[in-house]
């Protein structure tokens, strides 16, 4: 039987208020319930602790815990740091900040002339950003380095935050001339620095997923780093802002959830149906309040129907392609279907899998897609 595991939840206490009343406090400059939140919040520590004295009973505890340690540079939701990266990189991040502003239009043409040139003109500023302030050598250098495991040149948590630094095209509201493009030829800067990036996590389609775009898009005071529609009204980031807070907020509240399962399958490979039932208990409450965060959030007044498509979401959405083989293959962008939380769950109970083999390693990453996901499906509790 597995040892007590700390932090289990009770009828009483529900996460999301926790977090609520910590942000409440903030705001008020309340430190007596900022205390409180630190003293009795589950700590997410414990449940690592924990999982190390777990790995070696099953398999599925130590793949949350590589989950955790590797692409979670030690956390989960995984550790990113947008300051300390290698001097060569840095260039990266300030061309976004250059660039980002001249993205987004508060009044999109419909003249196909007029938005081939918009088009153009920023694809050639970014381009030429790039030639002029990158060094492709002193790039491969640092990747290849990090490729061999040298963290102490590259930390983990650095590299996350350079994963998430995206390769921005087109226009917003994306418009029909850019939507006629099936391949899209990206600048070397942008190429080579990928290709070490995709073999890292095990991914191979050019464009983000819900990991790069979101959950490592936030820095350690919390903020969002790389966000989209900068010079936009209020409407609109505003929109930015909640959605993509809502899909972070999930993976906050769903890390308990994947440690439940992980210790209500060794419970029930036990014998132990008391202790595994408990834990089930324990997961539907959680999940319960997990769920109500899209209900809650993903309504008008938060998230406006308006500017969701053309101005949020739009960008997310990759739409081109590239030649492997000789075949056409076009990468479908970020989608809500890879949220690690609703694939966790099918496989914990059971269920087939919403995305083929196929596009689940071009967008997930085999790492994440076949040890984790593949594991947890052969242990299904249903029945128990």
């Not at 980002?100 to 009044?107: G, H």
């Not at 290849?144 to 983990?156: K, L, Q, Y």
């Not at 006629?180 to 890292?200: F, T």
């Not at 972070?248 to 210790?263: Q, R």
């Amino acid at each position: 039987m597995p040892p007590p595991a700390p932090g289990l939840v009770h009828a009483d206490d529900e996460p999301g208020n926790f977090i609520t009343t910590f942000k409440d406090a903030l705001l008020h400059h309340d430190f007596y319930n900022i205390l409180l939140y630190y003293l009795f919040f589950p700590c997410p520590n414990d449940k690592i602790q924990h999982l190390e004295s777990l790995q070696g009973r099953h398999e599925t505890a130590s793949d949350l815990l590589e989950l955790v340690q590797i692409d979670g540079a030690g956390a989960w939701p995984p550790r990113t740091d947008f300051e300390s990266w290698p001097s060569a990189l840095r260039p990266y991040h300030d061309i976004y900040f250059n660039i980002i502003p001249l993205l987004s239009t508060a009044e999109p043409s419909l003249d196909d002339a007029a938005n081939k040139k918009l088009v153009g003109d920023f694809r050639s500023h970014m381009r030429k950003l790039l030639a002029e302030k990158i060094d492709l050598t002193r790039v491969r250098e640092i990747m290849a380095a990090a490729e061999a495991g040298r963290w102490d040149i590259f930390s983990r948590d650095a590299y996350n935050g350079f994963y998430c630094c995206i390769a921005v095209w087109g226009t917003i509201p994306v418009v029909k001339f850019a939507q006629r493009e099936r391949i899209l030829e990206l600048p070397p800067e942008l190429d080579l620095p990928w290709d070490y990036l995709q073999r890292n996590f095990g991914v191979t389609a050019a464009s983000g997923n819900n990991t790069a775009n979101i959950l490592l898009n936030i820095n350690k005071r919390g903020e969002r780093v790389y966000k989209i529609n900068v010079s936009m009204p209020k409407l609109i980031r505003s929109s930015e802002e909640t959605f993509f807070r809502i899909f972070l907020d999930i993976e906050v509240s769903a890390f308990p959830i994947y440690y439940e399962m992980v210790c209500a399958i060794i419970s029930y490979k036990d014998n132990n149906r008391a202790t595994c039932s408990n834990y089930l208990e324990s997961i539907s409450f959680r999940l319960r309040r997990l769920l109500r965060m899209f209900f809650e959030n993903l309504v008008e007044s938060r998230v406006s129907q308006s500017v969701w498509l053309s101005y949020v979401q739009g960008f997310q959405a990759w739409g081109v392609g590239s030649m492997v083989n000789g075949v056409l293959v076009k990468y479908d962008g970020l989608s809500g279907n890879q949220a690690l939380i609703l694939r966790a769950l099918d496989a914990f109970l059971g269920m087939d899998r919403y995305l083929s083999d196929e596009q689940s390693n071009r967008s997930l990453g085999q790492l994440i897609e076949q040890e984790h996901f593949h594991t947890w499906n052969s242990q299904p509790l249903s029945g128990s």
